[in-house]
């Protein structure tokens, strides 16, 4: 199980160029496309994204589950950090909050830290007991501005 004395734990800051590639690369592969050519033009065209209102090409709205593990030093560094199984680990939700934009070139610096760890269900049951570990992440861009806030949530059994 994870160790609880990691909560309030913060990992270390990390900034990123938000690649142009990656962008396309990851909204191909949520809409489940083959070729990067065959998503939304705005994922991939800089002036198809400037003609729908941005500086430059955007981000998909689940983008973002990238920064904890960019953060965190991938899953495993996330995973060794908390000293969670990886074997009985369940990421269950991921949310949102966008305060501005995200495109590509953006510097994006992120914080992360273990918000929340806690049991659910009957300790004496087996397979009725879980418990929670949330992580939020905090990401600004080049000029400071907090432009989201994600919180993951995963369950170990």
């Known amino acids: 199980?994870?160790?609880?004395?990691?909560?309030?734990m913060e990992f270390p800051v990390r900034s990123i160029e938000?690649?142009?590639n990656k962008i396309a690369e990851?909204?191909?592969?949520?809409?489940?496309l083959d070729a990067i050519d065959d998503v939304k033009e705005i994922y991939r065209?800089?002036?198809a994204?400037?003609?729908a209102g941005y500086e430059n090409i955007p981000i998909p709205p689940t983008f973002p589950t990238c920064f904890p593990f960019w953060t965190g030093g991938g899953l495993m560094g996330i995973v060794n950090a908390v000293g969670?199984?990886?074997?009985?680990?369940?990421?269950?939700?991921?949310?949102y909050e966008f305060f501005a934009p995200i495109c590509a070139g953006d510097i994006i610096t992120c914080t992360m830290k273990v918000a929340e760890m806690y049991?659910?269900?009957?300790?004496?049951?087996?397979?009725?007991?879980?418990?929670?570990?949330?992580?939020?992440?905090?990401?600004?861009?080049?000029?400071g501005?907090?432009?989201?806030?994600a919180r993951t949530t995963f369950m170990e059994r």
């Open 145 to 149: 501005e907090m432009v989201l806030r």
């Open 1 to 8: 199980m994870a160790d609880k004395s990691k909560l309030g």
């Open 45 to 47: 065209d800089v002036d």
């Open 84 to 95: 969670v199984d990886l074997s009985k680990l369940l990421h269950s939700e991921e949310e």
């Open 49 to 51: 994204a400037r003609k």
């Open 18 to 20: 938000v690649p142009k």
């Open 119 to 143: 049991d659910r269900g009957k300790k004496e049951r087996k397979g009725w007991h879980i418990q929670v570990t949330v992580l939020i992440t905090e990401a600004f861009n080049q000029k």
């Open 26 to 32: 990851f909204a191909a592969a949520v809409a489940q």
